[in-house]
């Protein structure tokens, strides 16, 4: 019954520096993404997957790659953190047949110092 | 451009006191919204949403919301907050067309403080 999970759950890098948040759900749903929230933006869309090997850009997606290699997870990784990619990343699965509504995970604090 | 709109960032009511939150929407098509809650720390929980039927939609926790397609509105009401509800409130529409079906629009919040 574990969901969507999230880990970390906190992260400190460097700037330059590699990082991979992972993102895993239990439903079999189609649809996953990626989202960052920031005070004054409220939740940006980063990349979306409508099923597992197809992804697509969302609002904000520089400096981010995704893949979807299995259904259940959805990696987000910076390749090259900046300090602007400092934020709270969420992750977020929805079903296909029309429902729309999307579940989230607890979130990923990513800090680059 | 579709875009969801919070007029208010920040709400301040006192406990048993009733609660409106405010939401405006932009979309062509008929809007599928939804309005989520965030509680420190925690991920977004979903409060209720409309697809289409009865303009008035129940959701969890006592709280209801009102489409309004007149007034471009789908305001979050709730008759008496408990300081529980104290937390950060998003507004969202679904594009429901394309390649980018069922992706959320939201809008930036709404924190609400609930006074003792």
């Known amino acids: 019954d574990a969901g969507i999970t999230q880990s970390p759950r906190y992260k400190i890098t460097e700037t330059g520096r590699q990082v991979t948040l992972m993102c895993h759900q239990t439903?079999?749903?189609?649809?996953m993404f990626w989202y960052r929230q920031d005070l004054g933006h409220g939740l940006r869309l980063i990349y979306y997957?409508?099923?597992?090997?197809?992804?697509d850009k969302g609002e904000v997606p520089d400096g981010y790659v995704v893949s979807r290699s299995k259904t259940e997870n959805f990696p987000l990784t910076l390749e090259s953190a900046t300090r602007s990619q400092t934020s709270v990343y969420f992750c977020a699965s929805t079903g296909t047949g029309g429902g729309y509504e999307q579940y989230f995970g607890p979130g990923t604090r990513l800090t680059v110092t | 451009a579709q875009s969801v709109t919070q007029p208010d960032i920040h709400i301040t009511v006192s406990e048993g006191a009733s609660l409106e939150l405010r939401c405006n929407y932009s979309?062509?098509?008929?809007?599928?919204l939804f309005w989520y809650v965030q509680s420190p720390g925690q991920g977004l929980q979903l409060l209720l949403k409309?697809?289409?039927?009865?303009?008035l939609v129940q959701g969890i926790k006592g709280f209801e919301a009102e489409f309004k397609r007149s007034q471009s509105s789908f305001n979050l009401r709730k008759p008496s907050v408990h300081w529980s509800d104290a937390a950060e409130y998003f507004c969202a529409v679904a594009l429901n067309y394309g390649g980018s079906q069922g992706n959320l629009i939201f809008g930036k919040g709404t924190k609400l403080s609930v006074k003792p």
């Open positions: 409309y697809f289409s039927g009865d303009t």
């Open positions: 979309y062509g098509a008929t809007p599928y």
């Open positions: 997957s409508a099923a597992a090997d197809i992804t």
């Open positions: 439903w079999s749903h189609s649809y």
